[in-house]
């Protein structure tokens, strides 16, 4: 009964070479987010829709993109992956926008780059 | 005037022990502080949520203690079990304008049996 799925589990791409993240939620919530976390690190807010609205963080790199076709998919794309992007990717949803609104996580994808 | 302080970065108790962990603040616009726990592989979960309106509250073995004027709040787990290893964040975000949550760095826990 997972809500937020993420796939793959684990994921290997090499220095520049395109990658693309997915994430899909059953909870039919309106927002979804993407966060890079590193090892030992907090993780950090890359980009989030609310419904078809796109919202990038100020110091996301332009090497980050997002899609998110339907309500159910999100996808994070990194357009030419570099050795300091691998870390862990986390997909979350929430309800809606605004304080104390629940996150909800998936298990998140592990990126290496070789 | 972003950051949240997380501390310790790890921590390591007896079964049946108190760890506590701490964060800090700067932000007093900041309304809403969660606390999150991620076991290895899985994504954070919501484990309890404090408001400054209350200086503690409660949830089975879990606490939050918040001290408004000092900007500090801190997480105490009672009777601590094996399975309650894992990473703890603290967090913030506040109503008005951004309303995004900022996270601190995390604790490792390690609760021995």
Not at chain 1, 44 to 57: G, P, T
Not at chain 1, 98 to 110: I, P
Not at chain 2, 9 to 35: H, M, R
Not at chain 2, 45 to 51: C, H, N, S, V
Request: net charge positive; hydrophobic share 35%; with cysteine.
């Amino acid at each position: 009964d997972a809500m937020v799925i993420q796939n793959p589990r684990y994921q290997v791409t090499q220095f520049g070479k395109p990658v693309t993240l997915s994430c899909s939620q059953t909870l039919n919530h309106n927002v979804m987010y993407w966060y890079q976390q590193k090892s030992s690190q907090a993780p950090k807010l890359l980009f989030h829709y609310y419904d078809k609205d796109f919202n990038n963080e100020a110091d996301t790199p332009d090497n980050f993109q997002s899609r998110r076709p339907n309500t159910s998919f999100c996808f994070l794309d990194i357009r030419s992956p570099g050795l300091g992007d691998a870390a862990m990717y986390l997909c979350a949803t929430s309800r809606d926008v605004g304080t104390n609104e629940k996150l909800f996580f998936g298990s998140g994808t592990q990126l290496s780059v070789l | 005037q972003q950051q949240v302080k997380q501390s310790p970065q790890s921590l390591i108790v007896q079964k049946g022990g108190i760890p506590i962990i701490n964060c800090a603040y700067e932000n007093t616009a900041f309304d809403y502080f969660p606390w999150y726990q991620q076991f290895p592989g899985k994504g954070p979960a919501l484990l309890i949520a404090i408001r400054p309106d209350v200086s503690e509250k409660k949830e089975g073995r879990f606490t939050i203690s918040f001290n408004k004027s000092a900007k500090q709040f801190s997480l105490h787990i009672m009777d601590s079990q094996p399975g309650d290893s894992a990473t703890y964040f603290c967090a913030a975000s506040r109503a008005s304008g951004t309303y995004k949550y900022i996270f601190g760095t995390g604790t490792r826990l390690k609760v021995l049996a």
